[in-house]
């Protein structure tokens, strides 16, 4: 079994900041591509932002230059640094990944999501 844990949402100002967090545990013979999507209410869920194994980032436009996605390879866990939040940042926030188990047959993994919101 393998789980993907979320962590730090919450409700926050705008221009505030947050981080999240993502750590997976179970039968990992390796993580590959990892990311946060997000999911407002009535609209379709959306990559906010992706990094693969070596490092490489990529963002959609609407938070560059404010979120920053990163990895601890030797913790299996993920993070997503938000920096001058907007209220249109509020929404549900999923992390993702693709992980090899041990059996060497790589699968698609979900969180259970942590909500993010945005308000004065």
């Known amino acids: 079994q393998v789980q993907l844990v979320e962590s730090g949402g919450g409700l926050v100002q705008p221009g505030g900041s947050l981080r999240l967090s993502c750590a997976a545990s179970?039968?990992?013979?390796?993580?590959?591509?990892m990311g946060w999507y997000r999911q407002a209410p009535g609209k379709q869920r959306e990559l906010v932002a992706a990094i693969i194994k070596g490092g490489s980032t990529n963002y959609a436009d609407s938070v560059k230059g404010r979120f920053t996605i990163s990895r601890d390879n030797a913790k299996n866990t993920m993070y997503l640094q938000m920096n001058s939040l907007k209220p249109e940042d509020t929404a549900v926030y999923y992390c993702?990944?693709?992980?090899?188990?041990?059996?060497?047959?790589?699968?698609?993994?979900w969180g259970q999501g942590t909500q993010v919101t945005v308000s004065s």
């Open positions: 179970g039968s990992i013979f390796s993580i590959n591509a």
């Open positions: 993702n990944a693709h992980i090899t188990r041990l059996s060497l047959i790589e699968y698609d993994y």
